[in-house]
């Protein structure tokens, strides 16, 4: 690569990203989206769920009991569950309770919700709930039936263990915690909190970073070959390193805008919106300048192989059928490192390309710094970064970038 | 006095095994308005992109006079490609602005340039609005603008009339003039011989990557023994033209083989008496 002169890199990116952010459409892709979409999921999920919650609470559920005998105290139970209740015999030919027969006929057809069989063989109660697991309201109905059978059967050995002369709570509980589980939990709040975020904020960050760098790289390479405006800006007295790098930092500088506004909703949403679902993580200084350095050289590579390749590539309609798949093969990396252990993980899941940077992602917002697996992440990803910077640089000295391949 | 502005010594350009440019030796003198005039294909884009040094040549060398390669020395040139290249979302005044700044020339500078050029192509008005609406002849104007802006030594023009009225072109051609009345230096490539007559004192005729002539009007006319620059023209390249060379990609055997797999060949009877 020549000598770069930042004065032309930034030119070049405050005209790219003037550009860009001209499309009304990219202010709302790039800032009104992002921005929004956590608070609003926050603020829609709850409700959702809870209204979704109420209709199954008040829908009232028709059961067929099969039995020859019912115990009066499981009967009423049932009743003071909102649940409709004809009573037949049990069918003949059974192997089993949970044999449907063909009595599958009456909960496809929904005429019933679910079927509760019962037997009484001796002292023991045997039963079976059939129901539709593809229906909602059929396993509405089987839970309510368990709930009811449940409470009955704590009330009847309750029954049954007094009436042998024991006392039952100590009988049925005879080891038990004492005081309150969580204050057990010598991890902080906000640590707690970094535990469940390393679950998936580097996931997402890692699909937002991807996905967002995916439209302005193409745009500003194949897009403005299709374009016709790459000759002229190539007859400028501006090396194809500048050019190069010009393009980079305003990719990286949308994308980052980008990622930081979702960051922000996100942060914004759970401090506001789900307090007391999720604390904001307690992470030092450090980590977050870590953190930051690992979301930069993350973007770095991604911008530079998407630069890369949509610059070789011969139509925005060929970049796109390129990055799409790329972009999606990026959740292989995500998805296995979430489950790595992070107490012992080996230092070598530190040394390979993508997964490194996912993983120090993990470890930083549980505030983990450990020196042996920072330096080698940000030594592979300070390496892989220059790799890819090269091979974009490559792809841009190619003389036949300026002709019109579509 | 004339000087030599630019030199092309035997150059050549490939592009694979295609020859696009053979063995092409120029000077470009300053205060001069040459025209490169020849048919689809015949090298002109490919030599005027080595002259902007967007193209490197495959073998000679394109310099300045100070013996410098033109692609270290790009400042001392304003090119208008084919195309105008002009950014749709940005305006006129900031399309031209971007190229002066690329070039190190202060904002006020480049400003009071184009005001000076932009009243000559009567295009003054239309210096804050987007390009994006503009006409073909509106975006060659704004793209000339852009090419004078940093005040080049040699301005290199790709075909600035094709598409455009005849009121356009025919102000694109008096800025040409002006230009050279001045002293400037203007490389002009077009097809339209009858063009080049009008405003190039000496034409070059390019065919088939190779140069067939190099003079003034009357040069040609005598060397051809011809009455008229048509006839000269087709003297000098009596030879079939070949297509575009350096437009022409070829697929790689995998895509030309998953190609033909959804290609189907139709063959249909013709009913000779219909």
Redesign the interface.
């Known amino acids: 690569m020549s000598k770069i002169r930042f004065a032309q890199m930034r030119i070049v990116a405050k005209k790219e990203i003037m550009e860009f952010v001209r499309d009304w459409r990219t202010i709302v892709a790039l800032i009104l989206v992002p921005l929004m979409l956590f608070p609003l999921l926050f603020i829609a999920f709850p409700l959702v769920m809870q209204n979704e919650a109420e209709e199954l609470q008040e829908l009232n559920v028709e059961i067929l009991v099969q039995s020859d005998y019912i115990d009066e105290d499981i009967l009423q139970g049932l009743n003071q569950s909102n649940i409709s209740i004809s009573i037949v015999s049990l069918p003949p030919g059974l192997d089993s309770l949970s044999d449907p027969l063909n009595d599958s006929s009456l909960l496809r057809s929904y005429e019933y919700d679910a079927i509760l069989r019962l037997e009484q063989r001796n002292e023991t109660w045997f039963y079976s709930v059939l129901f539709l697991s593809t229906s909602e309201q059929s396993t509405e109905a089987r839970n309510r039936v368990l709930d009811a059978l449940n409470t009955w059967e704590t009330n009847e050995t309750i029954e049954r263990i007094e009436a042998g002369g024991l006392d039952a709570d100590s009988t049925l509980n005879p080891l038990r915690w004492d005081g309150i589980i969580s204050d057990a939990d010598v991890a902080t709040k906000g640590e707690q909190a970094g535990m469940l975020l390393s679950l998936f904020i580097p996931f997402v960050l890692a699909l937002w970073t991807a996905s967002a760098a995916v439209q302005p790289a193409i745009d500003m390479t194949v897009g403005e070959r299709e374009r016709g405006t790459l000759e002229s800006l190539l007859s400028l007295p501006l090396s194809r390193s500048e050019l190069l790098m010009g393009k980079w930092l305003a990719v990286v500088t949308i994308t980052g805008v980008g990622v930081a506004l979702q960051v922000t909703g996100l942060l914004f949403g759970i401090a506001f919106l789900a307090e007391d679902l999720v604390n904001v993580p307690s992470i030092s200084i450090a980590s977050v300048l870590l953190l930051t350095l690992a979301v930069g050289l993350y973007g770095t590579m991604i911008v530079a192989l998407y630069l890369a390749l949509a610059m070789r590539s011969k139509s925005v309609k060929e970049a796109g059928t390129v990055l799409t798949p790329i972009t999606l093969a990026m959740i292989v990396p995500i998805l296995l490192t979430q489950f790595i252990n992070l107490d012992d993980v080996e230092s070598f899941w530190f040394a390979i390309p993508f997964v490194n940077v996912l993983l120090a992602l993990r470890e930083l917002l549980l505030d983990r710094v450990i020196l042996e697996h920072v330096i080698i992440w940000i030594s592979v990803s300070i390496f892989v970064s220059f790799l890819t910077i090269r091979y974009a640089a490559k792809q841009f000295s190619r003389e036949d970038i300026v002709t019109s391949r579509s | 006095m004339n000087e030599n502005l630019l030199h092309l010594t035997d150059v050549s350009k490939s592009?694979g095994d295609v020859h696009a440019i053979e063995h092409v030796s120029l000077n470009i003198q300053n205060k001069s308005v040459v025209g490169l005039v020849g048919g689809n294909g015949a090298g002109k884009t490919t030599l005027l992109?080595m002259m902007?040094?967007?193209?490197?040549p495959t073998k000679g060398r394109v310099h300045l006079k100070d013996g410098k390669n033109v692609d270290e020395?790009?400042?001392v040139?304003g090119?208008?490609?084919e195309?105008?290249?002009?950014?749709?979302?940005?305006t006129a005044w900031?399309n031209i602005r971007?190229?002066s700044?690329?070039?190190?020339i202060d904002d006020s500078i480049a400003w009071s340039r184009t005001l000076r050029f932009a009243e000559l192509l009567d295009i003054q008005d239309s210096l804050h609005r987007y390009t994006e609406g503009f006409s073909r002849g509106m975006r060659q104007k704004t793209?000339l603008l852009?090419a004078l802006a940093h005040g080049p030594s040699i301005l290199?023009l790709d075909e600035p009339t094709a598409g455009l009225d005849v009121t356009s072109a025919r102000i694109v051609r008096k800025l040409v003039q002006k230009l050279k009345d001045e002293g400037g230096t203007v490389i002009y490539s077009t097809h339209h011989l009858a063009e080049a007559e009008q405003v190039c004192d000496r034409i070059i005729i390019v065919h088939n990557g190779t140069i067939r002539a190099d003079g003034t009007p009357e040069e040609l006319l005598q060397l051809t023994d011809t009455n008229s620059l048509e006839e000269a023209y087709v003297s000098l390249t009596s030879e079939v033209a070949r297509p575009r060379q350096?437009?022409t990609?070829t697929p790689s055997k995998f895509a030309l083989l998953w190609r033909r797999l959804f290609t189907r060949s139709h063959r249909y009877e013709v009913n000779e008496d219909e």
Request: charged share 25%.
């Open positions: 592009f992109r902007a040094g967007i193209y490197k020395m790009r400042s040139l090119v208008v490609p195309s105008t290249g002009l950014y749709s979302k940005l900031e971007f190229h700044r690329i070039h190190g793209a852009r290199l350096e437009d990609i």
